[in-house]
């Protein structure tokens, strides 16, 4: 049969010559291709992947990238507040999807130092219909892509203060103090507390944040579901007025349903798949919701929860970035699967059979099964004493 080419499906005849799978027809798809494909390829791990391409990867999963080198590279950080992230991530969606500017020059621009001159340079040579609605904010914005440029107040301070009024904290004067403040504060009321802050700005919590998973966003299928999941917590906060000491102590107690029961969402809320134990105990959180969150996060900016690396083999890999790559792209696998079910894979692990629970739901080919069957071990089921 013949191999198709990665880019544009025409029969290929070159084969990539890191990874040894992809294939193409002609060297233009494969440079062409290299902006998607650079996240699958063998590589060099020592050597990071450039957050122009982290940038492109986020864009075509039309999500807000969360690592915080692309995000400072590229405005995200300067930018502050959700509204202006996003209109910022409109920009770029403009012009690394519709325009297909590509990666690199994006990334040659940013080191000149001449990013905003191209950008604008750019737009001005398209008609005022096809600049899009973004393209009029950014000139009243630039500042976010200049690093030269200091604002005459903390905008993240500003930010920050808005939900602090929201919660009726204590006065404070400095981003110091606020910190000293909410620093003595037990950790269950500082996680409540972020999840305020997502809440008041529209912003879902990103996979590199405790709340993401205590929170039960984890819990949902897809990011509609996380988004249904925030508008539910927003009725409570929001539309309830509950205060935050009250939310505090119910999520301790594990009686966030009856604040849902208070609002009539509990039906919306219960029909997430796992949602239940979520709520009635956040202490107590299965491993394999940590596992998700580690998956999803961009390669190269994971931030990995101590119990993930013994009970679902990423240890085992030794920090070798082919096999953790595999590893993460197996699980994300599973996870994504429609037959999968994540308290059996929970199961898998604490039995000691993660192998072939994976292998019986992905029928993992013969190249990746020699590496996974050692790799997708653990010391479960542990000994009795």
């Given at each position: 049969m013949p191999r198709k080419c990665y880019d544009c499906g025409?029969?290929?005849?070159?084969?990539?010559?890191?990874?040894?799978?992809?294939?193409?027809c002609s060297e233009k798809c494969q440079r062409s291709n290299w902006k998607r494909h650079i996240f699958d390829c063998k590589r060099d791990p020592s050597k990071p992947i450039i957050t122009a391409y982290r940038l492109y990867l986020a864009v075509i999963r039309d999500i807000l990238p969360d690592d915080e080198e692309t995000c400072e590279d590229y405005g995200f950080t300067?930018?502050?507040?959700?509204?202006?992230?996003?209109?910022?991530?409109?920009?770029?969606i403009a012009l690394l999807k519709f325009h297909e500017v590509e990666p690199?020059?994006?990334?040659?621009?940013?080191?000149?130092?001449?990013?905003?001159?191209?950008?604008?340079?750019?737009?001005?040579?398209?008609?005022?219909?096809?600049?899009?609605?973004?393209?009029?904010?950014?000139?009243?914005?630039?500042?976010?892509?200049?690093?030269?440029w200091q604002p005459l107040q903390d905008p993240v301070f500003d930010e920050v203060m808005k939900i602090w009024r929201f919660v009726?904290?204590?006065?404070?004067?400095s981003i110091e103090e606020f910190r000293k403040i909410h620093g003595s504060w037990e950790p269950s009321k500082r996680s409540c507390f972020t999840l305020y802050h997502s809440v008041l700005i529209g912003g879902l919590p990103n996979y590199r944040q405790d709340e993401w998973v205590t929170f039960g966003f984890a819990?949902?299928?897809?990011?509609?579901?996380?988004?249904?999941l925030l508008r539910s917590y927003s009725t409570i906060?929001?539309?309830?007025?509950?205060?935050?000491d009250e939310f505090t102590r119910k999520f301790k107690a594990g009686r966030l349903i009856a604040l849902f029961?208070?609002?009539?969402?509990?039906?919306?809320?219960?029909?997430?798949p796992y949602m239940k134990d979520f709520l009635e105990?956040?202490?107590?959180?299965?491993?394999?919701?940590?596992?998700?969150?580690?998956?999803?996060?961009?390669?190269?900016?994971?931030?990995?929860?101590?119990?993930?690396?013994?009970?679902?083999?990423?240890n085992n890999c030794r920090g070798v970035g082919e096999f953790i790559a595999l590893v993460k792209d197996t699980y994300k696998k599973v996870f994504d699967h429609p037959q999968s079910d994540h308290l059996e894979l929970h199961k898998a692990c604490i039995t000691g059979q993660i192998y072939p629970y994976v292998d019986s739901l992905l029928k993992l080919k013969k190249k990746d099964a020699k590496f996974l069957k050692r790799l997708l071990q653990n010391p479960y089921p542990l000994p009795d004493l």
């Open positions: 025409e029969t290929a005849s070159k084969q990539c010559a890191g990874c040894k799978k992809a294939w193409y300067r930018a502050h507040s959700f509204p202006n992230q996003t209109k910022l991530f409109g920009l770029y690199i020059a994006l990334h040659r621009w940013r080191k000149q130092g001449i990013l905003i001159q191209e950008i604008k340079k750019f737009f001005e040579n398209l008609t005022p219909l096809t600049r899009g609605q973004y393209y009029p904010w950014f000139l009243e914005n630039q500042y976010i892509l200049d690093p030269s009726n904290a204590p006065a404070v004067d819990a949902c299928p897809n990011q509609h579901c996380e988004s249904l906060i929001i539309d309830g007025k509950c205060p935050l029961q208070r609002c009539k969402m509990q039906d919306q809320v219960l029909g997430i105990d956040s202490s107590s959180i299965n491993s394999v919701w940590w596992l998700k969150a580690y998956v999803y996060q961009d390669p190269g900016q994971e931030d990995m929860h101590p119990a993930v690396g013994v009970d679902y083999g990423i």
